[in-house]
């Protein structure tokens, strides 16, 4: 039979590897995560070299916190990340959001997105387009960079609202505050502006 004292050492060691376990995966984790249903991972020997070692996702979800703890969030219809390339997810049809502190919601689309997960940036490119209350921004690219709370739009800048169309090349837009600025590459250059 097994003594008390040794009942109570291996209820100790069992206790510590399930902290071990538990740190590992919940309070060492970063505070983005992503949540899919229906995966599917190419695994047949007909696939072209292009698909081998290409992890597919549907359904996705991205959370991350911003530096002033504001939740932003990225959905997908799909997700693929590479085995040459497991930093990056590449996200198709990405749906993001967020709460001003207006607590009006900024969305933003675009036809394909990279989410990086070692800094939790997403750049968007095919399609750009944000939404807030009345205004529009089309633009070719927009990074999010988390830990400055903003978005960066590059490539035909097209700003909407009821009242103006503004056009330029560079866009910041704080995602706290929904400060725009506009601007051109060269600074001999004007932004367009125009009332409807």
């Known amino acids: 039979m097994?003594?008390?004292k040794a009942k109570a050492n291996i209820f100790i060691i069992l206790i510590l590897a399930i902290s071990i376990i538990f740190?590992?995966?919940y309070i060492s984790e970063n505070k983005g995560y992503i949540k899919s249903t229906n995966y599917n991972q190419n695994n047949t020997t007909k696939e072209s070299n292009a698909q081998q070692g290409t992890t597919r996702f549907s359904n996705v979800e991205y959370k991350s916190l911003g530096?002033?703890?504001q939740e932003f969030i990225t959905k997908g219809d799909e997700a693929f990340i590479f085995k040459n390339n497991p930093n990056t997810i590449v996200i198709i049809n990405a749906r993001s959001h967020t709460i001003l502190k207006d607590k009006s919601i900024l969305y933003l689309t675009?036809?394909?997105a990279e989410y990086y997960k070692n800094t939790q940036n997403i750049k968007y490119f095919n399609g750009v387009k944000i939404r807030n209350k009345n205004s529009i921004i089309t633009a070719?690219?927009?990074n999010f960079y988390k830990?400055?709370?903003k978005i960066r739009l590059?490539?035909?800048i097209i700003f909407t609202d009821t009242k103006n169309i503004i056009k330029g090349d560079i866009a910041e837009l704080d995602t706290?505050?929904?400060n725009l600025e506009i601007f051109m590459k060269n600074k001999n250059d004007k932004v367009y502006g125009q009332r409807k």
């Open 110 to 112: 675009s036809n394909e």
């Open 23 to 25: 740190y590992g995966y």
């Open 154 to 156: 590059e490539g035909k």
């Open 2 to 4: 097994i003594s008390a």
């Open 67 to 69: 530096d002033k703890n």
């Open 147 to 149: 830990n400055k709370n």
């Open 176 to 178: 706290i505050t929904n």
């Open 140 to 142: 070719k690219t927009a």
